[in-house]
């Protein structure tokens, strides 16, 4: 989704979290799935916010995430 | 979905490379009760965290520890005390603007009586919406008992 949907992103594992960059603009909190963060329902209401918080197209991000649209 | 618009109150003491801070952060959030999901929590100042859980004291804690895995993530970059600090100061500069808008409307809700604290928990307890989001880092140099302060919990922005 993001290489499509946020090109030029990067992303950055720290200790604790993914660190994700997109227009100079970072989502510091991306879990890396080891502390905390207990399921799918979890990943991808972070991902909802990382899509929001970089401004990330969400018409693009629903065609590659279709469980977006629920 | 219903939202409701939080004020948190976090405090930190965080171990960097050569120092010791302390992190006091005053920010915006908004939870959200999904059904049957359960409770959802992002930040929106500053903007880039969020937790859930299946319940709202669940969600709470899980937000709290994204809102320290930011602060420990920062200081194992950070070089020394100045550097940790402007790294802190740049994650609390992002708001997370559809997040804030949204929890402009659920402050008018709350003031129109629609949603009270009372939807969360029990004597939850409310605080005014004007309170503006402020962080303070500290380098402590020499560590007083009078640093020791309760956390206040999570409050309704009213």
């Given at each position: 989704m993001l290489q499509e949907c946020a090109r030029g992103y990067t992303i950055k594992r720290k200790k604790h979290r993914y660190w994700v960059t997109y227009k100079a603009t970072t989502?510091?909190?991306?879990?890396?799935?080891?502390?905390?963060?207990?399921g799918a329902d979890v990943q991808i209401g972070l991902v909802r916010s990382l899509i929001r918080y970089l401004e990330i197209d969400l018409d693009c991000a629903k065609k590659h995430l279709p469980i977006l649209k629920s | 979905m219903t939202h409701y618009p939080l004020l948190f109150t976090f405090r930190d003491k965080v171990s960097g490379n050569g120092f010791l801070a302390d992190v006091l952060a005053h920010g915006h959030a908004l939870a959200s009760k999904e059904e049957p999901e359960g409770w959802w929590i992002e930040s929106v100042t500053p903007g880039d965290f969020a937790a859930g859980g299946a319940t709202f004291p669940e969600a709470h804690i899980e937000f709290r520890k994204a809102f320290t895995a930011v602060l420990f993530d920062i200081a194992e970059d950070a070089v020394d005390f100045e550097a940790f600090k402007a790294e802190v100061e740049e994650f609390f500069a992002g708001t997370n603007q559809p997040a804030q808008d949204e929890w402009k409307a659920a402050v008018a809700l709350v003031r129109s009586g629609r949603i009270t604290a009372q939807d969360i928990a029990e004597s939850f307890p409310t605080k005014p919406a004007e309170s503006p989001p402020t962080v303070e880092i500290r380098l402590l140099e020499v560590p007083k008992p009078n640093y020791n302060v309760l956390e206040p919990v999570m409050e309704l922005a009213a």
């Open positions: 989502f510091r909190g991306l879990s890396t799935g080891e502390h905390g963060s207990k | -």
